[in-house]
């Protein structure tokens, strides 16, 4: 028979019950999913509100990812809660000053602000193909049109006040959504790794970072799957984007960092302890050096050598990779290592990946995947590589 | 007892839905934060035959220069409350600091130690092994903790359901038929208190016994322990064994910057208990 729990091995002094972890692999799952779904609307907004128009050619993907990758952002919080079915006391009878309580409210918010959006941006595709198509497929369309089938100049002209409204309240609340994880967090007073102001701060920036990677990891892709011709100039505004980005999710972290050592409230000898043992390879060298730092070189170089062509795609592409596993890392350490911490400030901790069941790497990875899946679906129902307004400016 | 279903069936108060009642009785007003967290102080009357937990507020002391560690409340805790037998589940435990000659800071472990578990030969039996007999001990004692049912519970700040809270008679206890077991509490307490019940797959912690106090006794701890280490009663009553200890001595509680304003007060603590 599975064992009901895994026992961590520690050393020093922790509290007994410290020895099972509270939160595993699924909740490093979960806000890393949050911030894709924060960075990938982030760039679509960049296009619908500010008007990036060089980012044009992914700003309806941007957002069908946004969505897909939303739906599924509370599977990995109902996997690990010890009792789903009533999952939704929470929304019931929220307890309101649990920051956990409001997630019902902002992520299905969040949700159908996404669904509005994807349809009035997508309605006059839909709306043709529900004319076009018979069959099941067309009966789809015809559900989907919500009996509106006005496309006129005036009628589009309304979508497009709706679409800017939309994305203009999306970026609060995309960030309020994946700000509020950080505070989640933040917030906690009995863990000094986790308890900072920046917190949210940092998760939002890197939200940004690892959504605008994940889009030009797919952007390229997608171009590759379809032989499309790469539009450099989107890619190369994404991977500016991204640089910028990166570099001011690096300094909030920094100086989050350097606070944390430089305060050395309590228990500062155990974190000395962690941040110079277990924490070097996957801190210092996968996070920082491997994830942060190569890509801002890699970038740095290709934008100041004005490179093109394919050498910049795949510099950006490969720095992007690189970006998003710093992200996942960066959530890793911040959750699966602030764990490692014990509340005594006496003791360390040391995680034990499970492979299977339902706090496993497996069921972890199979939650990343999901939304991909599901966004390689939805792009053949509403392809979001042309432009579906012709009307648009 | 009814396995596995202590708090839900028998401890905690059974009209309790705090959470429920309070978001009703917020529709009509402004949202505020921070409202929920003194939910129960608004709440019903549980239906406990001749108990009125109005006319209550339960406190615990521990007078840590009495405990000799022999752990007899760990396992009456355990058996009273169903808990699980294994080194890693406990409402209650027992720390042992020790200085050894020379050396400027303690050494700590607690039952659950694996040296102290390969000395009583089972994660069942608790046992302090007697690993410094050939040091040179300098200061050594003993430690008792459990939750604090702290006065602003970190704990029931942060659960998404109100499915943890506060009685009025001041017992932190958690509606095991409500719970989630989203673990959120168990991060957020600083003491440790809590973990996760594997069989009801809900969190768990110290109750005082909500069921036995309710009835006039003492929690299952208190009563077994043989050097009267830990100290128990109503804070209400000036001559409950509680008042007297915190009146005849000068308490102190732990990780007080926490904020939490525990409600376990220590008689004999040291610079390194955490």
């Known amino acids: 028979m599975e064992p009901l729990f895994q026992a961590m091995p520690f050393t020093g002094y922790v509290y007994p019950n410290e020895t099972v972890f509270a939160w595993s692999v699924l909740i490093v799952v ?34 069908l990812s946004s969505l897909c990758l939303m739906i599924f952002v509370p599977t990995p919080l109902l996997l690990h809660l010890g009792h789903p079915e009533r999952a939704f006391n929470a929304m019931l009878t929220p307890h309101l000053s649990s920051a956990m309580a409001i997630f019902g409210y902002i992520a299905a918010f969040y949700v159908l602000l996404l669904m509005l959006e994807t349809w009035f941006v997508f309605r006059p595709y839909i709306v043709q193909q529900a004319q076009a198509r018979r069959g099941p497929f067309g009966l789809i369309y015809r559900i989907a049109t919500l009996g509106s089938y006005d496309v006129s100049e005036r009628a589009m002209q309304h979508d497009r006040k709706w679409i800017f409204a939309l994305a203009v309240i999306g970026i609060p609340a995309a960030h309020g959504l994946h ?32 959504g605008t990677a994940l889009l030009i990891v797919l952007y390229v892709l997608s171009c590759w799957l379809r032989r499309v011709r790469i539009d450099l100039a989107c890619l190369k505004g994404m991977g500016y984007a991204m640089w910028g980005f990166l570099m001011f999710a690096l300094v909030l972290e920094g100086v989050e960092f350097g606070a944390l050592v430089y305060r050395g409230r309590e228990g500062i000898e155990i974190i000395m ?15 920082f050096t491997v994830g942060a730092v190569t890509p801002i070189l890699v970038l740095s170089y290709l934008f100041w050598r004005g490179t093109i062509g394919t050498r910049l795609a795949v510099g950006i592409v490969v720095s992007a990779l690189l970006v998003m596993f710093s992200v996942l890392m960066m959530r890793y350490n911040v959750v699966i290592g602030g764990q490692e911490i014990a509340k005594t400030g006496k003791g360390l901790l040391a995680y034990r ?26 792009v053949q129902f509403l392809p979001p590589w042309h432009d579906p307004e012709p009307a648009k400016a | 007892m009814t396995k596995g279903t202590a708090m839900a069936d028998q401890q905690a108060p059974p009209q309790q839905k705090p959470g ?18 003194v939910a129960a102080e608004a709440a019903p009357k549980p239906a406990i035959p001749n108990y009125d937990w109005g006319e209550h507020q339960w406190g615990y002391g521990v007078d840590a220069t009495k405990c000799i560690g022999c752990l007899r409340c760990v396992e009456a805790c355990k058996t009273e409350n169903n808990v699980a037998g294994d080194a890693h589940h406990f409402r209650t435990w027992v720390e ?3 200085y050894l000659e020379g050396e400027t800071s303690a050494r700590i472990d607690s039952q659950a130690d694996p040296v102290n578990i390969a000395a009583s030969g089972s994660e069942g039996k608790y046992r302090f092994a007697d690993r410094y007999k050939d040091a040179k001990v300098e200061k050594a004692f003993f430690v008792p903790k459990l939750c604090n049912h702290c006065t602003h519970p970190a704990c029931v700040q942060v659960c998404p359901t109100g499915a943890t809270f506060k009685t009025a008679d001041g017992v932190v206890v958690i509606d095991h038929t409500y719970c989630i077991g989203c673990q959120y509490c168990v991060q957020a307490c600083p003491y440790g208190a809590r973990f996760f019940n594997e069989e009801l797959h809900v969190t768990d912690k110290c109750t005082w016994c909500y069921h036995r106090i309710t009835k006039g006794l003492n929690p299952a701890c208190v009563e077994v322990c043989p050097v009267s280490a830990r100290i128990f009663g109503d804070l209400k009553d000036k001559q409950s064994p509680i008042s007297k200890f915190i009146k005849d001595n000068r308490v102190q509680v732990l990780k007080r910057e926490s904020g939490n304003a525990p409600n376990v007060f220590y008689v004999g603590l040291d610079k390194e208990v955490i």
């Open chain 1, 30 to 63: 979960y806000p890393y999913l949050t911030g894709l779904v924060a960075g990938a609307f982030t760039v679509s907004s960049l296009y619908q509100v500010f008007g990036f128009e060089r980012l044009r050619p992914v700003a309806h993907f941007a957002l």
């Open chain 1, 179 to 210: 700000g509020y994880v950080g505070f989640v967090f933040g917030s906690l007073k009995s863990r000094e790794w986790w308890s900072s102001d920046l917190m949210p701060v940092i998760f939002l920036f890197s939200a940004i970072i690892s």
């Open chain 1, 273 to 287: 302890e962690f941040v110079t043992g277990p924490l070097v390879v996957p801190f210092f060298i996968l996070q």
């Open chain 1, 353 to 378: 990946f499970e492979l299977f069941g339902k706090d496993g790497i497996l069921a972890a990875a199979a939650v990343v995947v999901a939304p991909l899946v599901l966004l390689s679906i939805v």
């Open chain 2, 20 to 37: 429920r009642r309070n978001f009703l009785s917020l529709l009509g007003a402004a949202v505020g934060t921070g409202v929920a967290a």
């Open chain 2, 96 to 98: 042992r600091y020790v």
